[in-house]
Structures are given as structure tokens and as C-alpha cells.
């Protein structure tokens, strides 16, 4: 079981990226985004089940995606709009029966 994150990178502000994390051998599990910014704790950035039920920070709403392709085992996060407050690390997650997995994250920087 391994989650790897990619796509994080530095943009202006009001531009997009596309996080997508790469979920290998996690078949049907709920996935999620989260971020911690620095002297933050970790937060919910946005979750989608395995049924494709979809739950979003209000932060984000109106501006991030979440989506799943299940043949591939992958999950995006498209980010647009993206605010100098969007600036954190962005972690991967999934979990199934009691048990989460976190992969490494990546960092988005968004300049004023």
C-alpha cells in the first residue's frame, strides 16, 4: 500500500495546479487531500468515498475539485483560483476499515 502525491509546484496567485496522487493497491478506498500551511495544524482539504460521495473545507469550495479514477487508483485535486492562504504542504490520505494511509507531500506555493 503506498500513496504518492505529485503536481505541487509555485503559482501566482489566481492561477491553477493539479495535484494527483497515485493510491497502489487501495481498492475502493475513501481518499482525501489535506494541507498543513507552516505553524498550522493539518487540515481537510477536500474527501471523496469510494462511492463518490464528495465533501469539501469551506475554504476551497467554488474553487477545488476532487476526483477519482478507480481503474487507475488515482485521485485529483484540481486547485484554481489558488490564494497566497492555499501555501502548505498538501498530503495524500486513504482510509478503509479504521486503517488510514498517508503518503509524502507536496508543496504549493502561491505568491502574492
Known amino acids: 500500500v503506498q500513496l504518492q502525491a505529485s503536481g505541487g509546484g509555485l503559482v501566482q496567485a489566481g492561477g491553477s495546479l493539479r495535484l494527483s496522487c497515485a493510491a497502489s493497491?487501495?481498492?475502493?478506498?475513501?481518499m482525501g487531500w489535506y494541507r498543513q500551511a507552516p505553524g498550522k495544524r493539518r487540515e481537510l482539504v477536500a474527501a471523496?468515498?469510494?462511492?463518490?460521495?464528495?465533501n469539501y473545507a469551506d475554504s476551497v469550495k467554488g474553487r477545488f475539485t476532487i476526483s477519482r479514477d478507480n481503474a487507475k487508483h488515482t485521485v485529483q485535486l484540481q486547485m484554481n483560483s489558488l490564494k497566497p492562504e492555499d501555501t502548505a504542504v498538501y498530503y495524500c490520505?486513504?482510509?478503509?476499515?479504521?486503517?488510514?494511509?498517508w503518503g509524502k507531500g507536496t508543496l504549493v506555493t502561491v505568491s502574492s
Open positions: 493497491g487501495m481498492f475502493r478506498y475513501d
Open positions: 471523496i468515498t469510494s462511492t463518490g460521495n464528495i
Open positions: 490520505r486513504a482510509y478503509k476499515w479504521g486503517v488510514e494511509h
